[in-house]
């Protein structure tokens, strides 16, 4: 069993930054590979990026690369998502998962966060 803890949502202007944790306790985190989703109202839940368990590999999906940049830190059980650049069309709940592999969809993944609002406005 994996617990995730998303934190560093909230409101920013365009243009702006954030970055979004994803604390994670139970089993060997540093064995298991992350991923960042995010859904907007009425949209269904769309990847964002991944990462795997060694910080080796990463992926993202084209409307966040070159802004969005993940990054793990294993000593600390934690997942960041640093946010750049922000657009609007970037609003939405974030959710971090782990999964045994870093792809893009979500039902390879075993355990998700609880959801964290980004929403990027003026």
């Known amino acids: 069993q994996v617990h995730l803890v998303e934190s560093g949502g909230g409101l920013v202007q365009p243009g702006g930054s954030l970055r979004l944790s994803c604390a994670a306790s139970?089993?060997?985190?540093?064995?298991?590979?992350m991923g960042w989703f995010r859904q907007a109202p009425g949209k269904e839940r769309e990847f964002v990026t991944t990462i795997s368990w060694s910080g080796g590999f990463t992926f993202y999906a084209d409307s966040v690369k070159g802004r969005f940049t993940i990054s793990r830190d294993n000593a600390k059980n934690t997942v960041y998502l640093q946010m750049n650049n922000l657009k609007p069309e970037d609003t939405a709940v974030y959710y971090c998962?782990?999964?045994?592999?870093?792809?893009?969809?979500?039902?390879?993944?075993?355990?998700w966060g609880q959801g964290t609002q980004v929403t990027v406005s003026s």
């Open positions: 998962a782990a999964g045994r592999n870093p792809v893009v969809t979500s039902r390879e993944y075993d355990y």
């Open positions: 139970g089993r060997t985190f540093s064995n298991t590979a």
